[in-house]
């Protein structure tokens, strides 16, 4: 089914208002949908004179480290490694080895925010042996997991970790195990001749000036990948809805889960493992967007999905200076889940209840506050009654009789213990140690 009229038209407009108010030279945009066919487009001169097209890369800079991440998770779910293993049991290094492969990935490792020099002034950048014989010279610049810290150098040790736990270089792996598998061939490590130009965009007047393009060499894993729109929208699709041949849903799933803000203040957004998450929306319409921004020479990148929705978006400007550019894969998603909603699914009929859990179902009360458990698709799950719909249920796995852990959602890794009367009906349970009950009671049982 395609995309509405309606819908297109709004995406259309937000892309070509951001191009225009901004001022950014070439803008590319994709958005992509499980149930509808791919949008996307282009506008602006991507150099030269030359129209930007669906095959013009733009520099994703940042977003590489989502690659980045997949890999290192990967290689955990592969046996390979331990998230909260020191990065030193795998990669020799002289100084900062007792950072754990978890702090760097979701940056509260402590590790200054650049290899060491002044990369950014001098544009000189470390190869790979002279990247790692400096971590010496890095500084520590907060103690592990006082606070979220950006370290691209962080990441290039990540890239360097993958290269040492499996033979070949990071480009290599990347290429063999996410590139090829997902159809991603427009997204590499080195520029086509068709790449954007990006550009710093005078803010007096109309003229801009060319960046120059240079490699990240020892960095590369941090920030170094070229791609376009269409790419990446679908490369946003696959973080929402994972192929279970090269990565685990519930790994990414794991990757979502917030762990730090980045504004002690704001709290606008937080991060995982290697991904971003950013709140959208309040009340009973908020959701949480996930993926990641990224900021280059000339270039911004914006690439992001809805989590609980199959749907992703990328935005790729070829200007350093338009915000604009990152904000808006979250308004295509928007646009189009509000001009286009996703089809109703047909409700099915489901296999009966186990005959001993179905007391467990309907309404509980802890703390006061009411609870609905439920049995859907093979499972028992449970609701807080005042949850936004976006949230999704904690969902239970059975370990033993009239016991269950929580494999997911509220209360995740505890355990849900059954309590029956003499007649064998279950007469109140306990949740992570906190009683639930029929009724509202206090803690004494009144």
Known sequence: MPPTDKATAACERIIRTLQADERVPAVAAALVRADRPAWSF?????????????????????VTKTFTAVLVLQLRDAGMLDLDDQIDAHLPLPA?????????????????????????????????????????????VL????????????????????????????????????????????????PRDTAAQGYLVDAYSDHARPEPHFDLRGAEAAAQLWSTAGDM????????????????????????????????????????????????????DRALDIGHNGAMPGFLAGVWCRRGVRIGAAVLGSSGT??????????????????????????????????????????W??????????????????????????????????????????VSGREAGERLELFRAPDGSVEYMRWATYRFTRDQQTYDGV
């Open 42 to 62: 282009e506008v602006g001169d991507a150099g030269g004179g030359a129209p930007v097209r669906p095959e013009t890369q733009f520099r994703i800079g940042s």
């Open 143 to 190: 103690s592990p997991r006082r606070r979220w810290h950006y370290s691209n150098l962080g990441f290039a040790l990540l890239g360097h970790l993958v290269a040492a736990k499996t033979g070949a270089t990071w480009a290599e792996v990347l290429t063999d195990r996410l590139l090829t598998p997902l159809g991603l061939a427009d997204t590499t490590v080195q």
């Open 365 to 406: 009360w802890s703390e006061g506050s009411e609870f609905v458990f439920r049995w859907t698709k093979g499972h028992l799950e449970a609701r807080s009654a005042s949850a936004v719909a976006a949230a999704p249920p904690a969902i239970f796995a059975f370990e033993g009789p009239d016991l269950l852990r929580t």
């Open 322 to 363: 338009a915000a604009g550019i990152t904000v808006a894969p979250h308004r295509l998603i928007a646009a189009s889940l509000e001009h286009d909603p996703i089809d109703v699914e047909p409700w099915r009929i489901g296999e009966p209840v186990p005959r001993d859990y179905v007391g467990i179902l309907g309404r």
């Open 233 to 284: 929208a679908r490369w946003a699709l696959f973080l929402a809805q994972p192929d279970p041949a090269v990565v685990a849903r519930s790994t990414l799933e794991e990757m979502y889960e917030p762990v730090v803000v980045t504004d002690p203040v704001n709290w606008h957004t937080g991060w995982g493992l290697g991904l971003q998450t950013a709140p959208q929306g309040s009340g009973s």
């Open 96 to 140: 900062h080895g007792q950072l754990t492969i978890r702090s760097i990935l979701n940056h509260t490792s402590g590790l200054q925010r650049e290899p060491w020099g002044n990369l950014w002034d001098t544009l000189d950048v470390p190869d790979d042996t002279r990247l790692l014989d400096e971590v010496a010279k890095a500084e520590a």
